[in-house]
């Protein structure tokens, strides 16, 4: 065993390190509209992500990755453990709201050219958020192995499958084998609890410092003028605390009044079920639809693919300084075009899965 | 401007969560849905009824059977306590003989005819499949036997069925659906060794009325007591026949006598009514009997079920339907 080291003082370093980094803490301030009641959808992301990882942590103590055993385990789980069929419904709809806030922080940034120089890393960092949580979903869905999970995700295999050069590649990553079964459950499994909890902390790292040293967009037309600054703790703390009890709250009652959805054990025999795609993907099925056969991959790949690209690129192609929206019409008719075309995308899923009768 | 964002932005994190609360189903699986009421439905007739959107499950033959098709208007109520259905279904003949004894003048023959039953199978413990494939995989008598002669069973042991079995003949009389459950065949032997049927713990069923050598029925409705249920022999009610020369050509007397029901058999509460060329059931039972033998309705969960309809037989042979899905809604 090594010897203790011990400070002149008569404290060990680590003790002093942790004592100057909790006195550098104290004294950090921030602009007082960091979070407040117009500007909040950070602080809620942050506060779903970390509500999905607590449910996450739970749900994972009574799951069992095995096709055989996975869909009675979250049965059991939902159904006869106290508070499970809370713990799980708090995760379905956390992130399910999740997207929506995620997309809603990214519009506000657009609207009001929070990427603009000095933020580009910010909102970069902010884009890749895009790529990292619906692959947690995709992997999800797969968990409690009941038919919707198992045929989506069929769905979703052989459309990851049309992606030219890697798409074969990264299926057979994912599945394991020419079946999806024990592998691809063990896979998803491993990819939704610890590679991809590790990627998305390392983003939120990653933004949360490009925040600290790059600092929060203030009102486009006077970010110029001081701002009112508050201390980090307590108040700013305190307010994502009120944030986080906010939403766990709301989304364990909604959990409660209507449980989150378990279908039925999944077959892999019965190829006549047929899973609607969820309500966050009828865009992205659409342009499937549209684009089929050969030409798949541009609904699948290239159209997605090039929105991140363009999402991402935004802050180095719209490099002038002006923020007001009313000076930036090319930049915001550009996303309304493409927000419009999702949207009639989206109802156009929507009618085909929803509205028209089974054949 | 922040006012106006704000309120956007809250119409559509409502909108979102609306989405996400709101799962649509999926096709595939044909869903039934128990409305809540407060108030329990008194019998076929209530008004309640007409409240509840109604069902067309249609149902298809096996076997000898096979092509022949048909539909069961299903409805289903539920209150805190208790599960109800409706079902309805076209069938041209009130079939209710069930091999009845008639005499002819010389001797006692058994009338043509059986009797049209509905059962209902739900999933106490989870059966492999079930709830994609329906019936179809409850089929699993011992592999010695000959395929045609499996009958209703599940494949393991760990798999178990509930059994609501509506008779017209057999158990009609007493105003319930014969509950029972279903495992793996063969065990314990004997009567078990084709089928993985048992009864709920009770009494029920019927009991055969012939002597022991099986050439005359043993007994008749006792004399002393007006019958309960006109056109059916109750065994309660039955007495032996100690005169057989009483009888004159033409006579008739049931060849089942329903069993007066009790325990978890007699759980399934039955209605029902024949006119206009159809079946009417009502079925009612709690929604947690308490019992290991039952299967425990929680209104949170969507439960897999199946309907079989038999007209005339007595066999397994029936009209079926595919995967049903049972969910309940307030």
């Known amino acids: 065993m090594s010897e203790v080291q011990v400070h002149a003082a008569g404290q060990r370093p680590s003790a002093a390190a942790a004592r100057e980094g909790c006195g550098r803490l104290l004294r950090v301030r921030v602009p007082a509209d960091a979070i407040c009641w117009h500007r909040f959808f950070g602080a809620l992301q942050l506060a779903l992500i970390g509500l999905l990882f607590l449910t996450g942590v739970l749900m994972a103590l009574a799951y069992t990755p095995v096709p055989g055993t996975a869909y009675d385990s979250v049965d059991y789980f939902q159904f006869s453990l106290p508070f499970g069929d809370v713990v799980r419904g708090v995760h379905h709809y956390a992130w399910n709201l999740l997207l929506v806030v995620m997309a809603l922080h990214l519009l506000r940034a657009l609207v009001l050219g929070a990427y603009k120089a000095p933020r580009q890393p910010v909102w970069v960092s902010g884009v890749l958020f895009l790529l990292v949580i619906p692959l947690f979903i995709i992997t999800g869905d797969l968990l409690p192995w009941d038919q919707k999970g198992y045929w989506s995700t069929q769905v979703r295999f052989s459309i990851i499958a049309s992606v030219p050069l890697v798409g074969d590649f990264l299926v057979q990553l994912l599945r394991g084998g020419p079946l999806t079964g024990i592998v691809a459950l063990t896979r ?133 300084p002006e923020r007001r929206p009313s000076k930036r019409r090319g930049v915001l008719l550009g996303a309304a075009v493409v927000l419009a075309a999702w949207a009639v995308l989206s109802v156009m899923g929507y009618v085909e899965h929803f509205v028209q009768p089974e054949p | 401007m922040s006012k106006w964002w704000v ?96 005499y002819d003048g010389q001797k006692w023959v058994h009338l043509a005819g059986d009797e049209d039953r509905i059962a209902l199978l739900f999933e106490i413990q989870r059966i492999q499949h079930f709830s994609s494939r329906s019936c179809a995989v409850v089929c699993h008598s011992p592999a010695d036997l000959p395929r045609e002669k499996w009958s209703l069973a599940t494949k393991s042991p760990v798999e178990k069925g509930d ?61 002393a007591r007006r019958p309960s249920v006109p056109g059916f022999l109750l065994r309660e009610e039955a007495v032996p026949i100690l ?78 339907t595919r995967s049903l899905v049972l969910v309940f809604k307030r």
């Open chain 1, 188 to 320: 998803c499994y491993v990819l939704h609890i610890l590679l991809l909890p590790g990627v998305l902390l390392l983003l939120i790292g990653l933004h949360m410092y490009f925040l600290a040293t790059r600092g929060l967009s203030g009102p486009p037309a006077g970010e110029a003028a001081a701002r009112p600054q508050v201390p980090f703790l307590p108040t700013i703390a305190n307010r994502w605390l009120a944030v986080f009890l906010a939403s766990a709250i709301g989304l364990g009652l909604a959990a409660r009044l209507w449980p989150a959805p378990l279908g039925d054990p999944a077959d892999p025999t019965d190829s006549s079920f047929i899973p609607r795609p969820e309500w966050w993907v009828l865009a992205l099925n659409q342009l499937v639809a549209i684009f089929k056969g050969p030409f798949m991959v541009i609904g699948s790949a290239i159209i997605p693919g090039a929105l991140i690209f363009l999402l991402a690129a935004l802050p180095f192609l719209d490099r002038s």
């Open chain 2, 7 to 102: 309120g956007g932005m809250a119409a559509v994190l409502c909108a979102g969560a609306f989405a996400a609360a709101s799962p649509p189903e999926d096709a595939g699986v044909m869903t039934i849905t128990a409305r809540y009421t407060q108030n329990v439905p008194t019998g076929i007739d209530d008004p309640i009824w007409q409240r509840v959107a109604q069902a067309q499950v249609p149902v298809s033959g096996r076997l000898e059977m096979a092509g022949v098709r048909g539909m069961v208007s299903t409805r289903a109520l539920y209150t805190d306590r208790d599960l109800h259905f409706l079902l309805s279904w076209e069938d041209p003949t009130r079939s209710v003989t069930k091999g009845s004894w008639q």
């Open chain 2, 163 to 223: 059994l609501w079995h509506w008779k017209a003949a057999r158990s009609d009389p007493y105003g319930y659906a014969d509950d029972g459950w279903l495992t793996v065949a063969g065990n314990p032997s004997g009567s078990y060794r084709e089928t993985g049927r048992r009864n709920d713990a009770g009494n029920g069923g019927d009991v055969k009325n012939e002597t022991p050598d099986g050439s005359r029925p043993l007994y008749m409705q006792d004399p």
């Open chain 2, 243 to 320: 005169d057989y020369s009483r009888f004159k050509a033409g006579d008739v007397i049931p060849y089942r006598l329903p069993v007066k029901p009790d325990g978890s058999r007699f759980d399934v509460k039955a209605a029902s009514r024949y006119a206009e060329g159809r079946w009417t059931v009502m079925l009612s039972r709690r929604l947690n009997t308490g019992r290991e033998d039952d299967v425990v309705f929680d209104p949170r969960k969507r439960f897999s079920f199946a309907i079989a309809v038999f007209d005339d037989t007595g066999g397994d042979h029936s009209k079926t």
